[in-house]
């Protein structure tokens, strides 16, 4: 579970709130009286659709109920997960009458039940078991049983909403990390700040009435009138529920809302509630319709979860890596190239030392680093599938006449460069590193600081091997993932996802791979007791694959690698190695048309989703027509005495961008000294010290390491605070004592015992440990000693 990520995104763009209303930004602080309009803390009298819909609601439901009357009255039985069985009567018995016969404890503890362990056979606690079932009882520890207090929790926040500003609800769906409501208020109207509290009061009172959500099933034309004041509402009904069908509303209060449930019994499980932020919104996301607006908000069965999550909302926020990044002037985006970060001295030393790392990774590991185009002709797209599928997502530029795109991954690039020759099989495994800036025209909307980018690059690599290396290569990836997480301070697990229903290639080579990638991950599991899960079916439809999510020091989730496997580009690109030793017959160059064995599936190949931070759903997909070259056509069948490589897409990282905000804020801009971009600064304790805190600062320059002096006419207590919230490793206090014995006098940043001042260190010693620390990448402390006094 990962709520918290999305939630801090919530929250700190709550902080830097901007709410706007018809295009126009708001000015700052939304309790500004200049322009959020005063209003009651509801609407005297209520909106008169609430009453009409009520009236409505009770005449249909009097009816539904004496249905439900008739229905028959039998015995059923009813298996808890303990294995032990209650007996109960058809249409009568519920869930939370049999939670309430085990103890009241565990009633008030559960907020929905599960039957037969199907995920989509949620059922409220008071409705009545139609049958013999499995029963679970749910609690908001679990996961379906948080998202349904969530989406009960939006019901409310719809209620109070109806009430305040007589508004038109259209959807209140439950997400990552809280819940939102989308409204449009009468007369294109914004929410504002101010309106915060005075909805949290309208939820006070009506957690309090303990409001029952009682559920009613309507036909599409009962629904189509209930729904007449709303348009949006219509809309979906319309859209969504086939004729002559019938759906369900649920009642809490006055409002009544279209709604599959289920939900908590009533409103007074919702102990503790908080807004967290409004913004505008598109009906259903699309720029062609109404402008919406939208409550967000987060909410526990107690006020102690509540107190702990406000708590690390804080420290999540004070690490968000677009503020730290301005803080220690790391990068920033200008908007005369949105999405396209600008990286700044500093930030760009954190950015090479990542590369270097990984540099030093791929020598020990036979990788080899390559460096290919950035803009292809089109063609190149066509036959990589790209230019179907991911047209949207590209830039596209004429050049001569003719269309190109930037790239918006390696892959193709590297088929070429397998392609270029004849490869034998004793070449293989090749692995081509490349960290190749890559382009992708993301919504404008979706950017979002380093995590949603234009213009990035990654630690990309490709493997080409034989099929009976993929063992031996994952193992490799596996040991490469635990030594690069493991010195970052990252947990991590994997999920293998397997053979789709509709897949490309031969199902024994299907079978041998996924064979071979079980072994290696059974292995590194039993090596390290690590975790991974099995996604059945879950894989791409060219090759299974490994996802990696990795938790940071806040237990975010983010998912950083993958290790694809792909048994499609080497068909698309005709890439083949020749098996035995003698030398093949010279292959003809012309592509064969329609020689090569069609895919078994119809779909073509979507964009490379190893590489992808891609998103379903930000923009529509429209696919190209017009299709000018045939994939098909240009495909071979492999040469005899040749055979297909399989093709490894794999990222440790991941964009480089991405990963410096993970790790941003993963330290909270605490970075360890080999990437620190501020690595020691020396401070002379006077005038007089100047030219020794210079000569420092010259020798371990010449060391490599980033070091600055402070000559500014600060106090001496002064500098020492600014180098701390600079986040400097090491203070070198430098003054008449350390000058004469050539020494310093060091504070470790993260040793609180080293920070008042103590015994002087030499320097021959100082910069001995600093190489050792930095060149380890160590997280110790180098001086422990230091701090005692003489
Ligand atoms: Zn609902
Ligand atoms: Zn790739």
């Known amino acids: 579970m990962a709520p918290e990520k999305k939630a801090v995104d919530a929250v700190t763009e709550g902080v830097k709130k901007v709410a706007i209303a018809g295009g126009k930004k708001e000015k700052k602080k939304g309790g500004a009286a200049g322009d959020a309009p005063q209003r009651p803390l509801e609407l005297q009298p209520a909106p008169e659709f609430l009453q009409r819909r009520i009236e409505l609601f009770d005449r249909l439901k009097k009816k539904y109920d004496e249905e439900i009357a008739k229905k028959p009255r039998e015995r059923i039985t009813i298996t808890m997960p303990d294995g032990s069985i209650r007996e109960g009567t058809s249409w009568e018995t519920t869930p939370g009458e049999i939670a309430k016969g085990i103890s009241n404890s565990l009633y008030k503890r559960t907020v929905v039940a599960r039957l037969d362990g199907d995920p989509n056979k949620l059922w409220d606690l008071d409705r009545p078991l139609e049958a013999n079932c499995k029963l679970e009882l749910l609690s908001f520890e679990d996961e379906q049983g948080q998202m349904v207090f969530w989406h009960s929790s939006a019901h409310i926040l719809g209620e109070a909403c109806e009430r305040r500003f007589g508004c038109s609800l259209c959807i209140g769906p439950p997400i990552e990390s809280g819940f939102y409501y989308e409204m449009a208020l009468p007369d294109g109207g914004a929410v504002h700040e101010s309106d915060w509290k005075p909805i949290e009061t309208l939820v006070g009172s009506i957690v309090k009435e303990k409001q029952k959500f009682e559920r009613l099933e309507l036909s599409k034309e009962d629904l189509l009138e209930m729904f007449n004041y709303n ?28 709604c599959r449930g289920p939900h908590v019994p009533d409103t007074g499980r919702i102990e503790a509630f908080s807004i967290l932020k409004n913004s505008a919104s598109y009906f259903l996301g699309s720029q062609e319709n109404d402008s919406l607006q939208r409550l967000y908000g987060i909410s526990f069965p107690d006020k102690k979860r509540m107190a702990e999550h406000k708590k690390f909302l804080e420290e999540a926020a004070k690490r968000d890596h677009r503020k730290i990044g301005q803080d220690q002037e790391l990068f920033f985006f200008h908007p005369l190239s949105p999405g396209s970060a600008f990286w700044l001295p500093h930030g760009s030393r954190i950015y090479n030392t990542l590369q270097s790392y990984i540099r030093e990774q791929y020598w020990k590991r036979g990788y080899e680093e390559v460096h290919t185009p950035n803009m292809y002709n089109a063609d190149l797209w066509r036959q990589s599938g790209h230019w179907d599928y991911y047209q949207d997502d590209m830039f596209v530029v004429d050049v001569d006449k003719t269309k190109f795109a930037l790239k918006p991954m390696n892959c193709p690039g590297h088929c070429l ?9 004793r070449e293989l495994p090749i692995r081509y590193a490349d960290f190749g800036v890559l382009h992708r025209n993301e919504a404008s909307g979706a950017l979002s600081g380093l995590t949603r980018v234009r213009r990035f690059q990654q630690d990309d690599a490709h493997i080409f091997c034989r099929e009976d290396q993929i063992k031996t290569e994952m193992d490799g990836l596996f040991d490469f993932l635990q030594e690069m997480y493991g010195l970052l301070g990252f947990t991590f697990k994997l999920n293998l996802s ?35 899960e099995l996604n059945e079916g ?14 940071d020091s806040l237990r975010r989730e983010w998912q950083v690698a993958t290790f694809q496997l792909d048994f499609m580009n080497p068909q698309s690109f005709n890439l083949e190695y020749v098996v035995g030793e003698a030398p093949v017959a010279k292959k003809d160059q012309d592509p064969k048309p329609a020689a090569a064995p069609k895919p078994k599936v119809e779909e073509a190949p979507a964009a490379d989703k190893a590489d992808g931070e891609k998103t379903d759903g930000e923009k529509p997909q429209e696919k190209a027509k017009e299709v000018a070259y045939s994939r098909e056509k240009n495909m071979r069948p492999v040469t005899a005495g040749c055979a297909r490589p399989v093709m490894i897409h794999r990222a440790m990282a991941g964009s480089i961008e991405r990963f410096t905000a993970i790790l941003c804020e993963h330290f909270g801009g605490k970075w360890p000294f080999w990437l620190s971009p501020r690595q020691i600064i020396v401070i002379p304790v006077g005038k007089g010290f100047f030219d020794y805190a210079e000569e420092v600062r010259s020798i371990f320059h010449k060391q490599r390491m980033f070091v600055d002096v402070d000559t500014s006419g600060n106090t001496l207590q002064k500098k020492i605070r600014s180098a701390q919230l600079a986040q400097y490793n090491f203070i070198f206090v430098v003054g008449d004592e350390e000058m004469r014995g050539r020494q310093v006098n060091v504070r470790y940043r993260d040793d609180t015992s080293t920070q008042d001042r103590g015994k002087p260190v030499p320097l021959d010693e100082a910069i001995e440990k600093l190489v050792t620390l930095r060149d380890e990448k160590g997280m110790y402390n180098p001086f422990p000693a230091a701090a005692k006094k003489a």
């Open 498 to 532: 397997t053979r789709p229903e509709k897949y490309l290639g031969e199902i024994e080579t299907w079978n041998r791979a996924e064979a071979m990638l079980k072994e290696s991950l059974d292995e590194w599991k039993v090596r390290t007791g690590g975790v991974w």
């Open 538 to 551: 879950d894989g791409a439809f060219y090759g299974p694959k490994i996802d990696v999510k990795v938790f």
């Open 417 to 425: 460069m397998f392609g270029h020759r004849e490869r034998s099989h």
């Open 231 to 258: 348009k949006y509402k219509q809309h979906i009904i319309k859209d969504k529920i086939p004729d002559g069908t019938y759906t369900t509303v649920y009642r809490n209060g006055p409002l009544i809302d279209l």
